[in-house]
């Protein structure tokens, strides 16, 4: 297992990694990815600006991702915005603090001072590494997300690098 910062070659083995853990419909807001293109030219422009994104890649198999979008505003610049998943099967194996690790350090280095992420109320063991790493709740959004007619409530956190 790797964790690498990505290059072209990835990028469609990132765009199937995010699928499968967004057809889940439990971890992040989108139910399916978006089309490759638009999610390539998302990464491509992570890569080309040096911004905090890394893959956890096996046999050249992309099985999670973590990363940081700083925010465009520049009165915000100082914030960035964390996204990461796993596919089922790799999760519980230390990856996510892998990555993390990885991200933060990274967000830290290009002078990102501030972290925020949102994650599900359910989503107990990715609040557990967020907290194990040092991210604190600024709150919960009640019915954040409403999928098949049930809501979903969201803690923001947060972590000052």
């Known amino acids: 297992m790797e964790i690498i910062y990505p ?35 998302f990464q491509r422009k992570l890569i080309a600006n ?21 925010a465009s505003n520049p009165r915000l610049a100082h914030r960035g915005f964390l996204g990461m998943g796993l ?8 990856l996510g603090t892998e990555l ?8 830290k280095e290009m002078g990102l001072e501030k972290i925020e992420l949102s994650v599900y109320t359910d989503n107990t063991a990715a609040i557990k590494l967020y907290k194990k790493l040092g991210f604190t709740e ?3 959004v009640k019915h954040y997300r409403k999928l098949n007619g ?9 972590l000052f690098l």
């Not at 993390?100 to 967000?107: M, S």
Request: proline residues 4%.
């Open 7 to 41: 290059a072209e070659q990835y990028l469609k083995g990132f765009h199937e990694a995010l699928d499968a853990v967004a057809r889940e419909q439990i971890y992040i807001e989108m139910i399916e990815a978006k089309p490759f293109d638009e999610v390539a030219t």
């Open 50 to 70: 040096n911004w905090p994104v890394y893959y956890a890649v096996e046999n050249g198999k992309v099985v999670g991702w973590a990363d940081i979008t700083p």
């Open 87 to 94: 596919i089922k099967d790799y999760r519980s194996r230390g």
């Open 100 to 107: 993390l690790t990885k991200v933060l350090n990274h967000a």
């Open 138 to 140: 600024i709150g919960v």
């Open 150 to 158: 049930k809501y979903f409530d969201c803690v923001e956190m947060e």
